[in-house]
């Protein structure tokens, strides 16, 4: 099964984590990976000196994504709904190099960026489990797929919304055209060290590339919280 739920993408984490002899490291990302350094701060806090989490707190549930948005937050998501479809899985399959360098250009739209820079990242893109996961995440997300029973009491314990209680510095772009929750919204969620940064300049969803240094330091700043 190619799994995207983001149970599996956590158990993977700490997992790698083993296998490398990491027992403790500081995880940093932006969108599917600071969910994922979300979900191992939460449920295994022990294995996290510290947190950078852009967008602040993205862990959810089957559950919570059932409720409808408002119509604009809808609009937002249009393509989770694209993927649920065999259309949409069979489209991306066939497109994702030109997928993913348009909904850089929405989520980043101030973003300069050259053809260099994205082929760099796209390269990740070519592999045979690509597309599987990715559609299987977004469909998971509207409870239109399935997930595998051993990561159920996980998904379980995250549909509570755990407390993050590592030190956290959370980042947002002032530019980010992707769907985000406001920084009040999720600042109760981290119950240890925290603190937020706003990070301007027109930077938007992809702030440790359009904001190299800005992410760093906040790396380097986590750990001595």
Do not use: C
């Amino acid at each position: 099964m190619r799994n995207g739920e983001p149970a599996a993408l956590a158990a993977d984490t700490v997992a790698l984590m083993d296998a490398l002899k990491i027992d403790r490291a500081i995880l940093a990302g932006y969108d599917w990976g600071a969910r994922t350094a979300d979900i191992v701060a939460a449920l295994w806090p022990g294995r996290v000196k510290g947190l950078v989490s852009v967008s602040g707190y993205l862990i959810g549930s089957q559950d919570g994504g059932k409720e409808p948005l408002p119509p604009q937050a809808e609009l937002q998501w249009w393509y989770q709904f694209y993927f649920a479809t065999e259309r949409g899985r069979i489209g991306y399959e066939r497109n994702h190099r030109a997928f993913a360098k348009l909904i850089w250009q929405l989520a980043s739209p101030q973003w300069r960026f050259d053809d260099r820079t994205f082929d760099r990242s796209a390269a990740a893109l070519e592999n045979p489990d690509h597309a599987a996961i990715t559609v299987h995440n977004y469909r998971w997300r509207l409870g239109l797929a399935q997930g595998e029973a051993k990561y159920r009491q996980l998904e379980e314990r995250l549909a509570a919304l755990p407390a993050i209680t590592v030190p956290t510095i959370t980042l947002e772009g002032d530019a980010n055209g992707a769907p985000h929750p406001e920084p009040a919204a999720y600042a109760t969620r981290f119950t240890g060290k925290y603190r937020h940064q706003l990070v301007p300049g027109g930077v938007g969803h992809n702030l440790p590339q359009e904001a190299p240094r800005a992410f760093a330091d906040a790396v380097i700043a986590v750990d001595r919280l």
